[in-house]
Every structure is written in C-alpha cells, then in structure tokens.
C-alpha cells in the first residue's frame, strides 16, 4: 500500500506541483479544446494554436498572480 501512495503522491507532485491553479487552468484549456474538436469543423492547426495559447496565458496570469502577491 504504501507503494501506491507514493506512485500517487509522485503524481501528484508531478502534475500539479507548486501551483494548483496552472493545472486547474491547463485542464480547463485541454477540455475547452476538445470540446472545439468534437462541436466544431474547426482544422487541427486552429485548435493546436488556440490551445497552445491557452496554456501560455494560464501560466502567465499565474507568474504574474504570483508576483503581485509577493509585493
């Protein structure tokens, strides 16, 4: 038991590590992507990019959330 608690543990280290809310946003990117793909005709490039871009704004409203709390 205690090997599976720390496979999940690593886990969840691993995926969420120091800041929850960049792997709460990146699953909020993932799922609005694939909910583009399946509603929509949209070309895989489009969703790649607007995906992408999705995930760089996420961390950087983290980065910046993260240093205006520091101040």
Do not use: E, N
């Not at 599976?4 to 990117?29: M, Y």
């Not at 490039?45 to 992408?52: D, F, G, H, P």
């Amino acid at each position: 038991m205690r090997v599976v608690a720390a496979f999940a543990r690593f886990w969840w280290d691993f995926i969420v590590g120091d800041d929850w809310r960049i792997a709460a946003g990146v699953v909020v990117v993932l799922s609005l992507g694939a909910l583009l793909v399946s509603a929509s005709d949209a070309s895989a490039a489009l969703v790649a990019t607007l995906t992408a871009a999705g995930i760089m704004l996420v961390a950087i409203g983290s980065i910046v959330a993260a240093a205006l709390r520091a101040r």
